[in-house]
Structures are given as structure tokens and as C-alpha cells.
């Protein structure tokens, strides 16, 4: 088992809570992981994405140039990473914030999610990025969305671990969008 992808939107999306709570689940899985996070010169705001590779056997390097999946949560990310993602690959788009008219992609799956709507339906529109991560698991089966849940314990800073029932809530809606489509 390999699985490759970049995470990328603007700094205060939650793009490297991401990555790291995907990172941890497969730990807990017993695979390989790596998580690379990459930021840009402006933190909250800027652009930021993270690398994360989950394998079987040993991992050669953190760094991707053509993922199997890529998250991406603003435009600018779906322009940069987009055209990378490989043939066969799995684009998963925050469709509340990209237009579906700008994910034109041959070759590649693309998952429009509608995050904001979704996070709401919650009770917090800053779960969005909970929403998509869910999604995107079931929807590869890179990971358990049980492990997923679990991940979020190490993930988060213990001050925040009041907000873990709410963030398993927005992952499970995510999830569950991509089952039933609704």
C-alpha cells in the first residue's frame, strides 16, 4: 500500500492540521508515515501546504512532485496542484470556496466538496477543513475514519481537546457525503 498527497490552501484553513491528524492515523494503523509541512512567507492568510505519504515499507523521501492526491482548499492551490495530481489520481476540491467551472482536469477523479455548507450543518463554518479531511478518507481509503478520530487526541493540543466531539462530527459529515452524496 502507497499513498502520496498534498494538502494546500491559505494559512489558517487548518491545511497542516490536516496532513498531521492524517499522518498520526496511520501511525496508529502500524504504516510508514511522513508529513512535510511547507509554508509561505505570509502565515495566516498566505499560502501553506503540507506533504503526506503513508506506505507499507519504508518511505524514500516526504517530497512529491506528481501526488496520487491532492487536497486543495482555495483557488490558487487548485492552480498550482491541480495540474499535478497523476493520471488516475483523486482531486478533492473545497467547493465553497472554488467554482466547479475552474476544476477542469482529464484523467484525474475530482471530488467537489461543499465544506462550508457541510461545516455548518456541524455548527461551525472553521470546520471545514474537518469536512474535506473526512471526505477524502473515505473516499481513498488511505486510512480508517476510526483511526482518522483516534488521531485527533495526539493531533491537537490539549486545550483543544474539548473541541474533538465537534471535529469528529464535521470528519464523520464529510465522510458520510461521500457515501450517500448528500
Known sequence: MYFDCIIAGF?????MLMGNI?????????????????????????????TVVVSDGEIGSPIIQRPMTAIVMNLPSL???????????????NASLVPEKEVQFKGIKCLMIPSRDLALEVG??????MV???ATVRKSGVVDLKSLKKALYPALDRRYHKMI????????RGARFVTEGV
Do not use: S
Not at 24 to 50: H, I, L, Q
Not at 80 to 89: L, N, Q, T
Not at 124 to 129: D, F, P, S, Y
Open 11 to 15: 494559512g489558517g484553513q487548518g491545511v
Open 22 to 50: 492524517l499522518a498520526y492515523a496511520a501511525m496508529a494503523e502500524k504504516k510508514k508515515a511522513t508529513y512535510m509541512p511547507v509554508y509561505g512567507v505570509e502565515m495566516r492568510g498566505g499560502t501553506a501546504n503540507c
Open 79 to 93: 492552480e498550482k496542484f491541480g495540474p499535478r495530481v497523476k493520471k488516475g489520481g483523486l482531486l478533492v476540491v
Open 124 to 129: 461551525n463554518e472553521r470546520l471545514a477543513n
Open 132 to 134: 474535506v479531511l473526512g
Open 165 to 172: 466531539d465537534v471535529n469528529i462530527k464535521a470528519m464523520e
